[in-house]
């Protein structure tokens, strides 16, 4: 999956958007994110269609419907929101390793379970890394995604660790349909 350049406004109305439905669990109106972010809800609509184009919203339907975020929205926003790594901890077998921050989490494979993996992009040396060690990389700021696994291989040059992922969690994240 590339990663999806967003304007500051989409950042601001997906983040809203993601906030409000961490709250409600629900779909939300274009009239609360408005509110929320301070703008008519007519620009919160012509911004919506162009967040669905990038797969990014849903729009549901019906008296009770809104926007939800799509699981992409998460990982745009995650990727986006990494500008300042250092509040993504890594853990090595365990021990938390200082003067390595994770500035991107590429989940390009998660839609194939059974080649579960992540490519951890770090900022820092990997060389400690080895094959079968125990990482857990999280959580992250927005999502507070945490990812558990195994390396699989690692990038010394581009300062890339593959995972083999155990477990990945997200404390309010619904199950997936």
Same mark, same amino acid.
């Given at each position: 999956?590339?990663?999806?350049?967003?304007?500051?406004?989409?950042?601001?109305?997906?983040?809203?958007?993601?906030?409000?439905?961490?709250?409600?669990?629900?779909?939300?109106?274009?009239?609360?994110?408005?509110?929320?972010?301070?703008?008519?809800?007519?620009?919160?609509?012509?911004?919506?269609?162009?967040?669905?184009?990038?797969?990014?919203?849903?729009?549901?339907?019906?008296?009770?419907?809104?926007?939800?975020?799509?699981?992409?929205?998460?990982?745009?926003?995650?990727?986006?929101?990494?500008? &300042?790594?250092?509040? @993504?901890?890594?853990?090595?077998?365990?021990?938390? +390793?200082?003067?390595?921050? %994770? #500035? !991107?989490? $590429?989940?390009?494979?998660?839609?194939?379970?059974?080649?579960?993996?992540?490519?951890?992009?770090?900022?820092?040396?990997?060389?400690?890394?080895?094959?079968? &060690?125990?990482?857990? @990389?999280?959580?992250?700021?927005?999502?507070?995604? +945490?990812?558990?696994?195994? %390396? #699989? !291989?690692? $990038?010394?040059?581009?300062?890339?660790?593959?995972?083999?992922?155990?477990?990945?969690?997200?404390?309010?994240?619904?199950?997936?349909?």
């Amino acid at each position: 999956m590339s990663s999806i350049e967003l304007t500051s406004s989409q950042k601001t109305i997906l983040t809203a958007l993601i906030n409000l439905y961490g709250e409600e669990e629900d779909a939300v109106k274009g009239e609360a994110i408005a509110g929320e972010v301070d703008r008519n809800p007519g620009t919160i609509r012509n911004q919506m269609q162009s967040l669905k184009a990038l797969q990014l919203v849903e729009g549901v339907p019906g008296p009770k419907g809104g926007y939800k975020p799509t699981s992409n929205a998460y990982e745009a926003l995650d990727v986006q929101r990494m500008e &300042d790594p250092a509040h @993504v901890p890594i853990q090595h077998n365990g021990e938390n +390793v200082e003067g390595v921050n %994770v #500035d !991107g989490i $590429d989940l390009s494979s998660v839609h194939h379970p059974e080649l579960c993996r992540a490519e951890i992009h770090v900022q820092g040396s990997v060389r400690d890394f080895h094959e079968d &060690d125990s990482v857990t @990389v999280g959580p992250t700021p927005l999502s507070k995604l +945490v990812i558990e696994g195994t %390396v #699989d !291989g690692k $990038d010394d040059t581009a300062n890339v660790i593959i995972l083999r992922i155990d477990d990945m969690r997200a404390p309010a994240e619904e199950p997936a349909h």
